[in-house]
Structure formats: C-alpha cells, structure tokens
C-alpha cells in the first residue's frame, strides 16, 4: 500500500499520540510498584514513536526485529539519531521480551526506571526527527 504525504503525516501523527498515552502508562505503572508492566509500556511507547518516524520514509514494518533493524538503517545511520538511542530501543526490546516471556526474571524498580527514562529520551529525539522530517515531505 502507497501512502499519500498527508496520510503518512496523519499516521506519524496518531503513533505519535499513541506513544505519548503509552508513555504515560508507563510512568503510572512505574508510580504503582508494577515494574515489569512498566518495562513493558515503556519498550510499546518507544516502537510506536519509532513506527511514527519510519512511516514518514514510507516504511511500516511489521514486525518488533523490522523495527529494530530500520531504527539503525534509516535514523542511526542516515545520522538522525546518535548510536546510542539505537542501542536504548534494543535493550527496550530485550527487556520487555525478559518481563513478557522469560522466568525468573528480577525486575526491580531502578531498571523501571531506566527504561522509562531511555523510552522518554527516544520519544523526545524522534519527536525532532519527525518535525525535521515533515518540513522534507
């Protein structure tokens, strides 16, 4: 499917919103003790900003990993974010594969914290990139 511009900006934009209501889950989970649920909305906050991002290239993947790879294809190494909010959305990731699937797994309240930080540092950045991006379209 061929989006138009402004159906590529109306998407980026309701992924944008969506990131902003997760993101706020996340720091409500995080103020509840829910740690792992924190995690969790924190790592689906940074993929939808992300997701709000690469729709604007026209590229919508569909799978975490597609997501994953294109971050470092077209925002790391096209120079529109630094290395290592690239490496902030694959420990996002890692992190709440562990909450979601792994046994076992410690979750404490400063590893809460830290996603919910990385997650608002990707989401403020990739805010940047989208404005820099929709002045280009």
């Known amino acids: 499917m061929i989006l138009s511009i402004e159906e ?5 934009k309701y ?3 969506k990131a902003e209501r997760l ?3 996340a720091e409500a989970l995080l103020k509840d003790g829910r740690w792992e649920s924190s995690v969790n909305r924190s790592y689906y906050a940074a993929l939808s900003a992300a997701k709000a991002a690469l729709i604007l290239f026209g ?6 990993e597609g997501v994953k790879t294109m971050i470092n294809k077209k925002l ?4 529109f974010i630094p290395k290592e909010y690239g490496k902030w959305f694959r420990n996002l990731l890692s992190e709440r594969e562990d909450v979601d699937y792994a046994d076992y797994v410690s979750i404490d309240s400063s590893d809460a914290e830290e996603a919910y930080k990385n997650a608002s540092m990707f989401i403020e950045k990739v805010k940047e990139v989208i404005n820099v991006l929709i002045q280009q379209l």
């Open 59 to 64: 590229i919508d993947p569909k799978t975490h």
């Open 76 to 79: 790391v190494l096209d120079g």
């Open 23 to 25: 993101r706020e889950d």
């Open 15 to 17: 992924r944008l919103e």
């Open 8 to 12: 590529k900006k109306a998407l980026s």
